[in-house]
């Protein structure tokens, strides 16, 4: 497995080459300003000019590949199909063996024939899988073991942006954290001896421009104080922080399995209107400024690159290259400092492992 990049001599982007009204911009998106600092302040992606052109048409050849995706639904004629469908389009396309995983049956086989349709012969299937449900993630993760067979790539996709008032999931847990980080946690954690088994095993945490500056553990659910915007920052937060931390304890117990991230930077998805609505602050941003978003399938292009491209590192984490990482192809980004903090990541860990009441050992 190869070691995490050195990006220490990477061009730093120049706090006064950031113009006011590009401050503005981040912040009509909803960037965090810890998040806009660290762009601003430090080595971040890499410029656009280092990078390869790289499209769905250029990922290595995936036969013999097995690859799960989670909340793999869309429609390539919507102009808002999820990441994750655009994903499992273009590795089938370059002949993996893809299973699209997600709650919503109907949906999910749309995807499915969606895919066969544009490419036929496609090895494509769906199977049910509820994030929020740990019984689910279980049942899921034991007719995957139950097959017999390893698995190359973990996309871990699947992702809420929650709804203005607090919901719980059906083991009580804050429904945003229960989706995109619990479910996925002891997915990851259940999956790992089937990883072990492959060459070259990725897991791919999809992660977001948006993350809070620091997870609330004293209140990890935000159950005194909700917001759904605070519940998606701080779980998209908490993933790159276990996609990090995953790489640490890989490498050091001979896991053998690389961990990965990479976000879409700000791409059209059904993610604000299947959540908070288009009459949010974030839904008005997404009809208002369209010519920030770029189309699913070029946000999926870092999720790809970290899953397939032979450059792409264990610790790694890949997205846009253009203007604060919102879009353009795909690069080398540098994660927030909470996501590289050791501390916090394992006490984050260890978390998990209480609420779920599962480990990878």
């Not at 810890?34 to 890499?46: E, T």
């Not at 996709?157 to 989706?179: C, K, Q």
């Not at 909470?338 to 394992?346: G, L, Q, V």
Request: with cysteine; net charge positive.
């Amino acid at each position: 497995m190869a070691p995490a990049p050195d990006t220490g001599d990477q061009r730093p982007r120049g706090s006064a080459a950031v113009s006011r009204r590009t401050v503005l911009q981040a912040s009509a998106l909803g960037i965090s300003a810890g998040l806009f600092a660290g762009v601003c302040a430090a080595p971040a992606h890499a410029a656009a000019a280092d990078v390869p052109e790289r499209t769905a048409s250029t990922i290595p050849p995936q036969a013999g590949r097995r690859v799960l995706v989670t909340g793999g639904n869309g429609h390539p004629q919507d102009d808002r199909s999820g990441l994750g469908y655009q994903d499992a389009l273009a590795l089938a396309r370059a002949g993996a063996d893809v299973t699209i995983a997600s709650r919503n049956a109907a949906r999910g086989q749309e995807a499915v024939r969606a895919i066969r349709a544009e490419v036929p012969g496609a090895a494509v299937r769906f199977e049910t899988l509820d994030l929020a449900d740990q019984t689910s993630v279980r049942a899921f993760a034991a007719r995957m073991r139950a097959s017999g067979q390893g698995l190359d790539v973990l996309i871990n996709n699947a992702g809420v942006m929650g709804r203005a008032r607090r919901e719980v999931s059906v083991d009580g847990f804050e429904r945003v954290l229960a989706t995109n980080t619990l479910g996925h946690f002891t997915l990851t954690a259940l999956l790992l001896p089937l990883l072990k088994k492959a060459r070259d095993p990725r897991i791919v945490w999809v992660g977001s421009l948006r993350t809070s500056d620091a997870l609330p553990f004293d209140d990890l659910q935000l159950a005194r104080s909700y917001a759904y915007t605070a519940a998606y920052d701080n779980s998209k937060l908490a993933n790159l922080m276990l996609a990090i931390e995953l790489d640490r304890r890989s490498t050091a117990r001979g896991w053998g399995v690389s961990s990965l991230a990479a976000h879409p930077g700000v791409a059209r998805t059904n993610l604000i209107p299947d959540g908070p609505g288009l009459d949010s602050a974030e839904g008005w941003r997404f009809r208002f400024l369209p010519f920030f978003f770029q189309p699913a399938a070029q946000g999926a292009l870092p999720t790809l690159y970290a899953a397939t491209d032979p450059k792409a590192v264990s610790g790694g984490y890949y997205g846009p290259t253009g203007l604060l990482g919102l879009r353009g192809p795909p690069g080398v980004a540098i994660p927030p400092a909470a996501a590289r903090d050791p501390r916090a990541a394992e006490r984050l860990w260890a978390a998990l492992e209480r609420l779920t009441q599962v480990t990878f050992e």
